[in-house]
T-cell receptor, first 113, second 113 residues
Framework: GDSVTQMEGPVTLSEEAFLTINCTYT??????LFWYVQYPGEGLQLLLK?????DKGSNKGFEATYRKETTSFHLEKGSVQVSDSAVYFC????????????FGKGTMLLVSP | ETGVTQTPRHLVMGMTNKKSLKCEQH?????MYWYKQSAKKPLELMFV???????ENNSVPSRFSPECPNSSHLFLHLHTLQPEDSALYLC????????????FGEGSRLTVL
């Protein structure tokens, strides 16, 4: 079945450091890929998405590129802030039927001043 | 109100109680979901309603009973729960035949004593 694998956390960085959170997936066909963020005490918010190979999703300084050849969708940000501390979830959706997402386990990011 | 609203935000109940979680979406979507989020486990899809019909039930115990009276409202009725059912219950909605992203509520934190 479909699956999403994310790097284990927590990822601990200093403010203004470069961030990479790895995400790889297993799925048949051509899924859509998503990154969600969950701040403490809140639900999940869509951060960015990509619907086909080589698409780059971007939002709030975060970027991720849909790499079909490596089945990856790594999340990057050039300079993190304390306010980016949260749990980040990678997810995929098969492009058929209703919109059930398959999520990774989540990666906690902790940014210190 | 906008987005997806869940009530109550926090609920404590005994194993013999009956309670309900409520979700309302103000986005005009036609699909709604219940997810369970437990510590150190991936997000678990519980139920999916598409056009007010249940289309997925992921082997959820019968002590959880969903109800979708219309496309804007979703309930999760709870009875005879176990302590291991303590978790954050997240409601989400989406528009079928659309981009596929889910919009989440802030969750209902359930504690079973």
């Amino acid at each position: 079945g479909d699956s999403v694998t994310q790097m284990e956390g927590p990822v601990t960085l200093s403010e203004e450091a470069f961030l990479t959170i790895n995400c790889t997936y297993t799925a048949t066909g051509y899924p859509s890929l998503f990154w969600y963020v969950q701040y403490p005490g809140e639900g999940l918010q869509l951060l960015l998405k990509a619907t086909k190979a080589d698409d780059k999703g971007s939002n709030k300084g975060f970027e991720a590129t849909y790499r079909k050849e490596t089945t990856s969708f790594h999340l990057e940000k050039g300079s993190v802030q304390v306010s980016d501390s949260a749990v980040y979830f990678c997810a995929l959706r098969k492009n058929s039927g209703y919109s059930t997402l398959t999520f990774g386990k989540g990666t906690m990011l902790l940014v210190s001043p | 109100e906008t987005g997806v609203t869940q009530t109550p935000r926090h609920l404590v109940m005994g194993m013999t109680n009956k309670k309900s979680l409520k979700c309302e979406q103000h986005l005009g979507h036609n699909a709604m979901y219940w997810y369970k989020q437990s510590a150190k486990k991936p997000l678990e899809l519980m139920f999916v309603y598409s056009l007010e019909e249940r289309v997925e039930n992921n082997s959820v115990p019968s002590r959880f009973s969903p109800e979708c009276p219309n496309s804007s409202h979703l309930f999760l009725h709870l009875h005879t729960l176990q302590p291991e059912d303590s978790a954050l219950y997240l409601c989400a909605s989406s528009q079928e035949q659309g981009p596929g992203e889910l919009f989440f509520g802030e969750g209902s934190r359930l504690t079973v004593l």
